[in-house]
């Protein structure tokens, strides 16, 4: 009985035993278990973390990589903005140094046409100046007009014997040649005019004599021309013996550009004077 009981007691306590060793090891399959759980957990959370940062890093990265692409297109625009800028600066630098040259054109060239001017206007006045001088000059020797012709000096018939100029009047008229002769850039027209048809040779004849007389004086290159004209450009009408008389003439016409082309009197300013 007391074995039995023994042994019953044996059996109960290795029973307890295993009980409890059972006990423990499913208390370590649990605590097993719940670290295997918490740890797939952590690994689950660790992953989702890095997920995250990974998410994060790249969305920093993109906006970085954006905002970078922003700065470049904003540094290319702005590049080409300032060519822009450069391109249209130089261009209204150019613009600016044409249009000057342009007006510093004009102005040279309005400067040069009023110097032209000016100067024209100067050459006028000596040329008016130097032809009234000559023509008071000639004026005191012979009759002298002044017309669009140049100065001309009248010889009169009465200075005359048949085809020969009277000789007391030479010297006088040597005087005009002389007045002439200051004056190396002028030539001279000498041509005679006759009252009647028949008188045309005698006309030439006179003329020549003149002319002869000019040469005399020094004015070979001057005379440019020596020619009888007839009955041709009267001065008045035949009728009366005093008209024929002042017909037949000789006249020696002075021009050139020393006394310019116009007449005294067709110059501004001008109050008296005569002309044919």
């Keep these: 009985m007391a074995i039995q009981e023994a042994r019953e007691a044996a059996l109960t306590a290795e029973d307890a035993r295993l009980i409890a060793e059972h006990r423990k090891a499913q208390n370590r399959i649990v605590q097993a278990q719940s670290e295997a759980v918490a740890a797939q957990q952590a690994k689950l959370q660790a992953e989702e973390a890095r997920a995250q940062a990974e998410q994060k890093v790249a969305a920093a990265r993109a906006e970085a990589e954006s905002e970078r692409e922003i ?13 822009r800028a450069a391109e249209v600066q130089s261009q209204l630098e150019a613009e600016r140094a044409q249009a000057a040259s342009r007006a510093s054109a004009v102005n040279s060239a309005a400067a040069a046409v009023a110097d032209a001017a000016q100067k024209r206007r100067n050459d006028e006045q000596l040329q008016h100046a130097a032809r009234a001088r000559l023509l008071q000059q000639l004026n005191l020797v012979a009759t002298t007009l002044d017309t669009p012709r140049g100065l001309v000096v009248t010889i009169p018939n009465s200075w005359f014997q048949g085809s020969e100029l009277r000789s007391r009047y030479t010297e006088q008229l040597a005087l005009v040649g002389r007045a002439i002769a200051s004056h190396p850039n ?6 005679g005019y006759s009252s009647r048809a028949s008188g045309d040779a005698e006309s030439t004849r006179r003329a020549h004599a003149i002319g002869d007389l000019m040469r005399r004086e020094g004015l070979g290159n001057a005379v440019a021309m020596v020619r009888g004209m007839g009955t041709s450009r009267p001065v008045t009408s035949n009728s009366f013996a005093r008209d024929r008389d002042e017909n037949t003439r000789v006249e020696i016409v002075i021009s050139g550009a020393e006394i310019g082309s116009a007449a005294t009197w067709e110059q501004p300013g001008f109050t008296a004077g005569t002309s044919r």
């Design 186 to 191: 002028l030539q001279i027209e000498v041509d």
């Design 71 to 83: 700065r470049r297109h904003a540094e290319e625009q702005a590049r080409i903005a300032q060519n």
